[in-house]
Every structure is written in structure tokens, then in C-alpha cells.
């Protein structure tokens, strides 16, 4: 057991915690204390997973080196990740905090041997406190330190101590201001409000590592480089298409210092990174424009992409100076349209070519306008549900103008409806206005559609509407309407006649309705002359002369049915008790259908 206990220091890193101990404990060997605590808690560590530990495994910790659970979960890393919603897929190749590096500042290892956590943050570049620049080698040998290196101060290769590195004062002032946003950010979890679209650290921190990894890709090294103060970007940062866990501090300086100008000087800063970026090689821009830009649709970082947006519209396109949105982006604020009004003559959309890339723009105050004409409507799947109807019978509804104010635009082979809400309330209250209590003949509003077919739907409601079919309303959904099947036969035959006079022919389908029989029935009667003579194969439909000479001459059970206001079952009755004879039918060998002479 150890034999007493330090307090750890205020920002202090828990692995510089544990080392501190084992100094204290005059270990001659720092890396000693893993073994006791391999032995007391039989858990294996390696030095560079404390940093990164939780649960069980810290709690337990927690207790051997005598401190409270949130007292070392304080000293982690993990809990800057949990408050500022950043992901950690593999802990030795994250962005955010070292893995088994460190940085120093000479200063402060002179005053006290511990590590801060601002050392191991990969954004960090100078100490505050001593306005210096961090190190993040020994002077003398080049050798990379670790978090033993700086409780002992001294290189592990050539042992000479590191807080004798000289003090490096000669650094631009934006470095001090993007470390004071840093460390209020580590230090007391506040951010720093940099402008209108970051609001929170999460956020600032997302769009530093975004804009300054496509940077890297699209822009040459000496852009990040600083003259002026002899610092140059030099060296590998990328790890395949990522940012490489290890930075260097001149790296971190140079790269940051230049994204942190974009960001303070939004979006005109932005604007000129994006210029600069076309100068150079092609194929880096087209990739941010491919893979980049969709990455930050509907995140925090959606900014840079609008910002993109208006610089093609406004640069590329010479379009005016307002704001605009991509078609990409459209399912995303209005998902009401899904994108597809781009493909429609409803709205104004401009297509502009950067780097063999079509870029289809709209003006955001024009969409605004358009949608909020139409934000509160139905489209016609949900107006099916609201109705209960099919989707035949709610275009034939829609098609027929009956709905005031509804339109359609087309994407591709589909139509999208927008449908007032207004009008949808308007139809429904004419119809309870209309409606009586008790139906004779009734039948329901889908019963009908289906009997007349659902492209007729529409005529339907269009006599309910004028009073001319008779109907009930007894609930609050509108696909409940009980109709009356007599109005609804007559009211149809007299739009169906109207119809197939003015093209002269009745199709199958309506001769089906009026007459009550199959179209196994109408083939026979055509073929057995009842329809008069004319050249029927390969039709579907019948002279309507033809049609109208067979309907004075000859009647159906259904419209017997309709016509007396009886059952079919009641006329079926009457020609089996011999008060009716039928020309046609299975009795007298002439197709399987009673057929009988409108003058009895």
C-alpha cells in the first residue's frame, strides 16, 4: 500500500498525478507504481491508457491513490469529451489530446514538476501564464518527451533537464488569443462567443479540426508558414485522410493560428480560403465539394456549407448578393418537399458549374416565401390518411380542382401534391353543413368509390358537395360519409352519359357499373349481337349509339334493382316465381346473365 498521498494540482493530468506519487514514494523507477498497482488491483496499465480511463477500472484507482472518484475522473481526459460531445473511435489516434507525447513550458517546470492538461491538448501552443511557446522537444537531442520526462525534467535519451529550454517570446498576437479561448475551454468550460454561428466549445473545436484538416489537403505548405516569426509548416500532418494524433508545436501554431483567422473573420475569411484553394491543385477541392461540404449538412458546422453555397452562387455564378441554398440541403430544412421542387417551374433555381461539379442554388428568401404560402398543408399521402382514401381516388379528388388552392409539381415520374390545410377544413365543413341523419340506400364513401371506380372519385364529392347524392355524416372522419347507393347510381349514370357522348364510346368498366354485370358478360352480349354491329377485338369499349340502343331495349337485375328500390335478391325472386321472363341467361342456353325487356 502506499504510505502517504498528494492532492493532485488544478488542471493536473491524472498520469502526472500517479507519477508525482511515485517520486514522492522515491521510486527509483517511476514505472514501479504499475507494478504495485497491477499487484493491489490486478490491473494491468500501460502508462498512456490512465489518461483515458473510466468506470470500474477508475473508481478502483481512485481509491488506491486515496481520491475521490470525481476527483480523478476530473484529472482524465474522457470528461472534456462527455461536455463537449466529441467522439473518441480509437483513443491512440485522436485529434483532441496527445497519447503518449507532451508538451512544456520551461517556466513552469521550474516552479513545480507536474503536467497540465493543457500540454497534452493537441491544440495548444503557449503557455499564458509565462507568455511563452510551448516545447515539445529537448533542445539538446531532439527527443520527443513524455509525462515521466516532465516529473523528473529530464530527456529521457540524454538526460538533460527541460526546464533549461530557452523561453520562446517572438509569436504573433493571434496565438494568445486563440489560447485564451482554448484554455477557458479546458480550464473552466466556458466558450468565448467567436461569431453568430458558433455557439457553443463543441462546435469551435469541430469546425478548428474540419477546416484545418481540408486546409492541409488544399492548400500548399508555405500558406500556414509565418516569416515573419520564423515558423515554418514543414513535416507530415495527415494520417491517411485524418489529422495525425501528434502535432508539432510549430505545426499546431502555424495551421491553427491560420484556421482561427478564417473562423474570427467569418465568412470572408472563408471566402478567401476557398479562392486560394482553386489556384492550387483541382482534385483537393473537388473532394471537399463532394465528400467535405455534405458532412457538416445538419450538424453545428451547416455555416461552412452555406457559406460555400453563397460563394458559388455569388462568386461563380454572379448571382446577387443575398443568401442562398443548395438542392442537397432542401430535405433537410423542408422535408415537406424532399428536394424534388428544384425539378419543378413552382421556384426560380440557378445550376452553376465549379471543378466539373453542377451546383444547383436557389435564393433562400424566395424559398422562405414560397414555403410559408404552403407550411401548413397536407401532401396527398397525407391527405389519404386523413380520408381514408386510395391513391387513384385522391389524385382523381386532387386533378379535379375540387381542393381550392392545391397544386402539383412534378419530380421526375412523380407528382407531389401541397394541399392547403385551409381548403381540406373548408371541403369538410361543407360537407357536415350538407349532411342529413338517416340514408334508405346507404352505402359507404370507399363502397362507392370502389363501385364506380376510383378515377370517378371526384364526381363523387362534387355531388355531395351540390346536394345532388344524398349522405350522412355521423363521425369525425371524413372516409366514415354513409352515402345513398340509388342518388349515388343515378347521379354517375349521368355523368358517365355525358362523358361517352362527347367521345361517342363507353368503356367496359362503365358499362360494367351501370349495368351490374362482369366483362366475361358484356364479351358474350357483344359476341351474340345484343350490342349491335361493330368491329369489337382488341377494344374495350363500345359504341356509345351501340350502347344507348341496347339500354332502351334491354334492363339488368341491378337496374331493376335501382330502379324499384328493391334488393337483387327480391327481383332474382320475382323471375323465379315466373312474374318476370328473362331473354338471357343460363335457362334459355344464352350466357350466364338474366337479361330482361325494359318494356315489361
Known sequence: MLLFYLKPYSQETLLSYIYRIAREHEMTNLDWIFE?????????????????????????????????????????????FERNHLEVRKESKNIWFLYKKTRFCPVCLKEGGYQRKTWINCHSIMC?????????????????????SIILDECSNCNKKLSDSPIK?????????????????????????????????????????????????????????????????????????????????????CLYSYVFDIITNWPGGFKEFIKKAEKHNDEPLQSFIKYGIPKVINTPLWEISNSFTNYVACEKGRLPDKQYIRSDELRFIYPKFNGSIINSSLIKSNKISILNSNITVINKEELESFVNKFENSYTKEELREIWGTSAKATFAILKDGLIEGAFWFKSGSAFNWVIPKSSISLVEKKVKQGAIKDIDNPTSLNEAVKWIGPDKAHLLIRNILKGSIKFAYNSNEFSDLVLDKRDVYFQIRKEIFRSSQESEDISFRDVSFLLGIKKSDIQHWIKSGR?????????NAIPFQN??????????????????????????????????????????????????????
Open 531 to 539: 350490342f349491335g354491329d361493330f368491329d369489337y377485338e382488341g377494344t
Open 169 to 253: 517570446l517572438n509569436f504573433p498576437n493571434k496565438f494568445i488569443e486563440f489560447q485564451k479561448i482554448l484554455n477557458l475551454i479546458l480550464e473552466k468550460n466556458t466558450f468565448l462567443l467567436l461569431n453568430a454561428w458558433l455557439e457553443d466549445s463543441a462546435a469551435f473545436l469541430k469546425a478548428l479540426d474540419f477546416i484545418a484538416l481540408w486546409a492541409v489537403k488544399m492548400l500548399p505548405a508555405e500558406e500556414f508558414s509565418i516569416p515573419k516569426y520564423n515558423m515554418n509548416f514543414t513535416g507530415k500532418i495527415l494520417e491517411r485522410n485524418h489529422l495525425k494524433n501528434y502535432r508539432t508545436v510549430e505545426q499546431a501554431a
Open 547 to 600: 350502347f344507348m340502343d341496347f339500354h332502351e331495349k334491354f334492363i339488368t337485375t341491378l337496374e331493376l334493382a335501382i330502379k324499384l328500390n328493391l334488393q337483387i335478391k327480391q327481383v332474382i325472386k320475382k323471375y323465379t316465381l315466373g312474374k318476370m321472363i328473362s331473354v338471357s341467361g343460363p335457362q334459355v342456353n344464352d350466357g350466364k346473365r338474366l337479361l330482361f325487356l325494359r318494356q315489361q
Open 36 to 80: 504495485l498497482i497491477d499487484k493491489k488491483l490486478s490491473i494491468k496499465l500501460a502508462p498512456e491508457r490512465v489518461n483515458w480511463l473510466k468506470g470500474d477500472e477508475l473508481k478502483s484507482l481512485a481509491e488506491f491513490l486515496g481520491i475521490t472518484y470525481e476527483e480523478a475522473e476530473m484529472l482524465t481526459v474522457y470528461n472534456h
Open 128 to 148: 499564458l501564464e509565462h507568455g511563452t511557446l510551448l516545447w515539445d522537444i529537448c533542445i539538446n537531442c531532439r527527443n520527443i518527451p513524455n509525462t515521466k
